[in-house]
T-cell receptor, first 111, second 114 residues
């Protein structure tokens, strides 16, 4: 089983809202990733957790706050987003280091 | 630089073979990947090749690797309408820290017509 699940599938939020994206995997992977993908562009890496510790923050604005409560779960907390943050947010996981498997994504619209 | 380059668009007739090309930069890369993305969906791992291999075949997919020229290609035999998607080539790098970083190409949009 190589499944990564993400919820919600779609999210619409205002600029003053607080919301969270959730990602889950049960493959025993110890690295988890958040990517942002704009239309017709490749995914851009945002954050990497390795063994539940934040390993990489690719200079992401503080209005995005990642959290890794355990080895299977990854959250992305959103607050005071801008319309330009509208995108597809993808989660991925891998063994350390190994092939990354992606979830279906959350389509985020910021009004 | 760290660019991975791909042509942006390919149009093929149903039943023909498709060949998507990619060039990468890091000669120390160990794995090179092909991901498929259908509209509104996530990235689906199609196949990968280890850098000490020249070729890998998996059903309708054939990956060729030319390490000297840092050139990777994906051939899809008997292309079907369900193959219409964006195909991303990605180069894996392993910085210290226990994770791996993917360097993606811009993606090749494959359009299959009757």
């Amino acid at each position: 089983d190589t499944e990564v699940t993400q919820t919600p599938k779609h999210l619409v939020m205002g600029m003053t809202n607080k919301k969270s994206l959730k990602c889950e995997q049960h493959m025993g992977h110890r690295a988890m990733y958040w990517y942002k993908q704009k239309a017709k562009k490749p995914p851009e890496l945002m954050f990497v957790y390795s063994y539940e510790k934040l390993s990489i923050n690719e200079s992401v604005p503080s209005r995005f706050s990642p959290e890794c409560p355990n080895s299977s779960l990854l959250n992305l907390h959103l607050h005071a987003l801008q319309p330009e943050d509208s995108a597809l947010y993808l989660c991925a996981s891998s063994q350390v280091p190994d092939t990354q498997y992606f979830g279906p994504g959350t389509r985020l619209t910021v009004l | 630089g760290e660019d991975v380059e791909q042509s942006l668009f390919l149009s093929v007739r149903e039943g023909d073979s498709s060949v998507i090309n990619c060039t990468y930069t890091d000669s120390s890369s160990t794995y090179l990947y092909w991901y498929k993305q259908e509209p509104g969906a996530g990235l689906q791992l199609l196949t990968y090749i280890f850098s000490n291999m020249d070729m890998k075949q998996d059903q309708r997919l054939t990956v060729l690797l030319n390490k000297k020229d840092k050139h990777l290609s994906l051939r899809i035999a008997d292309t079907q309408t369900g193959d219409s998607a964006i195909y991303f080539c990605a180069e894996r790098r392993v910085p210290s820290g226990g994770y791996n970083k993917l360097i993606f190409g811009a993606g090749t949009r494959l359009a299959v017509h009757p």
